[in-house]
């Protein structure tokens, strides 16, 4: 459960927070998605005790997208925010980056893609062999 608890709080610190009523299965099945992950592609009988912080971004990159794809009432809310290029003070005129401007979807698929394979590389170290 203690797992369960810092993934809420990682989410939390990105500006996701999980609805504690309903996606109580959906944080479950994203943990166990990342240790299966963890287990089945680096060839680990059990998941080291320093590995969990990886594991955790990989949980957390997973339910996010999971929970973006299905599509419900309470799915992530994205919002458009252009970047400010050039603000200056005298006559108060403010130009917008419009040429890197990003929307929030792609915005949300590179925190995604970047929590999963963060969470890979790390779990590298721990690689073992099959013979």
């Given amino acids: ?5 810092r993934l809420n709080s990682l989410l939390t610190a990105l500006g996701f927070p999980p609805n504690p009523n ?24 059990s998941i080291p005790s320093e590995a969990e912080k ?3 971004n ?8 999971a929970k ?4 419900d009432k309470e799915s992530i ?5 252009p970047t ?14 419009t040429d890197n401007f990003t ?6 698929d590179l925190l995604t893609e970047y929590l999963i394979t963060s969470g890979k590389t790390q779990l590298e170290g721990y690689r073992r062999l099959k013979w």
């Fill in 84 to 97: 400010v290029k050039r603000l200056e003070l005298g006559d108060t005129k403010t130009e917008f980056d």
């Fill in 22 to 45: 309903n996606d109580v299965s959906l944080l479950n099945w994203a943990l166990e998605q990342a240790e299966n992950c963890a287990r089945l592609e680096f060839n680990l009988p």
């Fill in 1 to 5: 459960m203690e797992k369960l608890t």
């Fill in 77 to 81: 809310p994205l919002t458009a925010f």
């Fill in 103 to 108: 929307t929030p979807e792609q915005r949300f």
């Fill in 54 to 56: 990886p594991l955790l």
């Fill in 58 to 65: 990989i949980a957390a990159g997973e339910y996010l997208r």
């Fill in 68 to 71: 973006n794809t299905v599509p």
